[in-house]
């Protein structure tokens, strides 16, 4: 079982660009979680798909958008990006139904310059 | 909302020495805790939980406890070793919905 994992590990961005990361979800889990993680500080919940339909929101702004596919697997996507973006992004999968305990992948770090 | 306080890192130990990390927390209802390890460049790891009031979670030598009275998780390990150096997190749950982690706290172990 590979567990959760992201894609890619590390990009950098410049301002105003877009950005997709992307994450698969540990085998057997159905829902999917992301968190913003700023450099010092603990993760910030950005948003919670299952069954391909956002079920849970945290305080982020619009330009923070994402998907599920059928396959469970997760994108995020951040638009016009800011400076203050620049932050590791960590995918948590789970499986919802079971109410198992989040399992994380290892990360995306995004510098925006 | 649920909320959770962890004491001030960072927390600075010998090897062999006593471990303790307090974490107090706030939720409706009655959330399982979590406590997750975070070691430098890599993703959290569940370190141990726990889902029920007086249950007790452990793994690798670290414990903690599930005081509703006092609504705390305070961590502890009897014997710091340099590889336990990362920083950790508590973590309130309530099923079905997402973690709410606080700043973290950060263990250096020196030998």
């Known amino acids: 079982d590979a567990g959760v994992t992201q894609s890619p590990t590390h990009l950098i961005k410049t301002r105003g660009q877009q950005v997709t990361l992307r994450c698969s979800p540990k085998?057997?889990?159905?829902?999917v979680s992301w968190y913003q993680q700023a450099l010092g500080q603990g993760p910030q919940f950005i948003f919670q798909y299952y069954e391909e339909e956002e079920r849970q929101r945290g305080n982020f702004p619009d330009r923070f958008s994402g998907h599920q596919f059928p396959n469970y697997s997760s994108e995020l996507n951040v638009n016009a990006l800011l400076l203050g973006d620049s932050a590791l992004y960590l995918c948590a999968s789970s499986s919802l139904n079971q109410n198992t305990e989040a399992f994380f992948g290892q990360g995306t770090r995004l510098t925006v310059v | 909302g649920d909320s959770v306080t962890q004491m001030e890192g960072p927390v600075t130990l010998s090897e062999e020495a006593f471990l303790t990390i307090n974490c107090t927390y706030t939720?409706?209802?009655?959330?399982?805790l979590f406590w997750y390890v975070q070691y430098p460049g890599e993703g959290l790891q569940l370190l141990l939980k726990?889902?029920?009031?007086?249950d007790k979670g452990s793994n690798k030598g670290f414990e903690a406890t599930y005081r509703k009275e006092t609504t705390s998780f305070h961590l502890e390990k009897g014997s710091v070793q340099v590889s336990d150096s990362a920083v950790y997190f508590c973590?309130?749950?309530?099923?079905?919905?997402?973690?709410?982690f606080g700043k973290g706290t950060t263990l250096s172990v020196s030998s």
């Open positions: 973590a309130p749950n309530q099923a079905g919905t997402a973690l709410i």
């Open positions: 085998s057997g889990h159905d829902t």
């Open positions: 726990a889902t029920k009031a007086d």
């Open positions: 939720a409706t209802g009655y959330p399982s």
